[in-house]
C-alpha cells in the first residue's frame, strides 16, 4: 500500500491552492474577533461544555459580546445548553448569520443540525473504512464552519473543544497562534493527570494557556448554604499553570441545562459568583496578552 508520501503532485485538484483560499475566507470571517478562546481538558466528563455556557453568559453580562463554537462535532451539548433547536444554516451578504440562544449569544452547535437521537454520521469512501479519513472530514467541517459563519463583531468567541489530550495541538493549528486556552479540571488526580498532558502538548505550540478553571470543587447544598467535599483532597498532581478560580457541582444548575438556562437566572447562585470572578480574570488575562502582542508589534 502506498503512503501519502509516495503520491506525487495533487491530480489536477489544486488542493493547495482550495486551502489557501479557504484560510483567506476564515480570516476574513473572524476579522471581527478580538479574542479567541478556545476551552479544553484532554479529559472527557470534567463539566466543560456546561462550564463553556455559563462563561459565556457571564461574559455577556458583564456587557462583552460573545458567541460559541461547538467544536464537539460528534457529542455536541452546546445546542441544549443554549435552548436551541432544529436550524437550518441559510448564507446571508456576509456569511451565514449566527442561531441566537434564547440568552442572546449566539451558539454554532451540530446539535441544532442533526437532532437527537440521531448521531453525526460521515460517509465514508470505502466500507469499514471510516477511520482513516474521520478527523480530516471533522477539521474540513470546522474550517467551513469558521470560514461561513458571519461572526461580527465579537469580544470573546469560545470554542468548546472535545476530549483528547493528544488532539488538542490539532485544535491549537486550527485555530491559530493568537488562540487562548483554558483548561478545565475536577479535583481529583485522574483529571489533573490528563489535563497535564493537555499543558505539556500546547507546551509545543506559541498558544498561550490564560489558566485552569477546577471545576465542580465540592457540592453546594442548598438546604444548609454550604460547600460540602465531592472529591478527595489532591496533591499528588500538580498543574503548572495558573488557577482562575473554582466551582462547585450545583444541583440548581443541572436542572437549568437540561432545560437549556443558565446561572444568570439564579444571580444569588454561589456558582454564578463564582463563575463572574473567573470571568474577571480571564478578561484582565486576555487584556494583557492583546497588550503585549501591541507592543512587541
Given at each position: 500500500?502506498?503512503?501519502?508520501?509516495?503520491?506525487?503532485?495533487?491530480?489536477?485538484?489544486?488542493?493547495?491552492?482550495?486551502?489557501?483560499?479557504q484560510q483567506e475566507r476564515i480570516v476574513r470571517s473572524l476579522s471581527g474577533v478580538r479574542n479567541l478562546v478556545a476551552v479544553g481538558s484532554g479529559k472527557g466528563g470534567v463539566g466543560k461544555s456546561t462550564l463553556t455556557m455559563q462563561l459565556a453568559c457571564a461574559l455577556r453580562a458583564s456587557g462583552h459580546a460573545v458567541s460559541i463554537l461547538d467544536a464537539d462535532l460528534n457529542g455536541p451539548c452546546q445546542a441544549r445548553l443554549g435552548g436551541l433547536k432544529a436550524w437550518i444554516p441559510v448564507p446571508g451578504e456576509r456569511g451565514v448569520p449566527l442561531p441566537k440562544a434564547p440568552n442572546g449569544i449566539g451558539v454554532v452547535s451540530m446539535g441544532?443540525?442533526?437532532?437527537?437521537?440521531?448521531?453525526?454520521?460521515?460517509?465514508?469512501?470505502a466500507s469499514g473504512s471510516s477511520h482513516t479519513w474521520r478527523a480530516t472530514r471533522e477539521f474540513t467541517i470546522l474550517r467551513e464552519l469558521l470560514a461561513s459563519m458571519d461572526w461580527g463583531a465579537l469580544d470573546f468567541l469560545l470554542v468548546d473543544l472535545p476530549p483528547g489530550a493528544e488532539r488538542i495541538v490539532q485544535y491549537a493549528e486550527l485555530l491559530g497562534s493568537s488562540s487562548l486556552f483554558i483548561l478545565v479540571t475536577i479535583p481529583s488526580d485522574l483529571s489533573r493527570g490528563v489535563v497535564a498532558r493537555s499543558i505539556d502538548a500546547l507546551a509545543n505550540t506559541p498558544n498561550r494557556i490564560l489558566g485552569y478553571i477546577e471545576n465542580m470543587d465540592g457540592y453546594y447544598c442548598a438546604d444548609c448554604g454550604n460547600v460540602k467535599p465531592l472529591f478527595p483532597a489532591s496533591s499528588k498532581v500538580?498543574?503548572?499553570?495558573?488557577?482562575?478560580?473554582?466551582?462547585?457541582?450545583?444541583?440548581?444548575?443541572?436542572?437549568?441545562?437540561?432545560?437549556?438556562?443558565?446561572?444568570?437566572?439564579?444571580?444569588?447562585?454561589?456558582?454564578?459568583?463564582?463563575?463572574?470572578?473567573?470571568?474577571?480574570?480571564?478578561v484582565r488575562a486576555a487584556s494583557a496578552k492583546a497588550l503585549c502582542s501591541e507592543e512587541k508589534a
Open positions: 500500500m502506498k503512503s501519502y508520501y509516495d503520491i506525487v503532485g495533487d491530480g489536477g485538484s489544486d488542493i493547495v491552492g482550495q486551502v489557501e483560499a441544532s443540525m442533526v437532532p437527537e437521537p440521531r448521531a453525526v454520521d460521515f460517509a465514508s469512501v500538580k498543574l503548572d499553570l495558573a488557577c482562575l478560580g473554582s466551582v462547585p457541582f450545583d444541583p440548581e444548575l443541572a436542572a437549568l441545562c437540561d432545560r437549556g438556562g443558565s446561572l444568570s437566572d439564579s444571580p444569588q447562585s454561589v456558582s454564578w459568583q463564582s463563575v463572574k470572578r473567573i470571568v474577571e480574570k480571564v
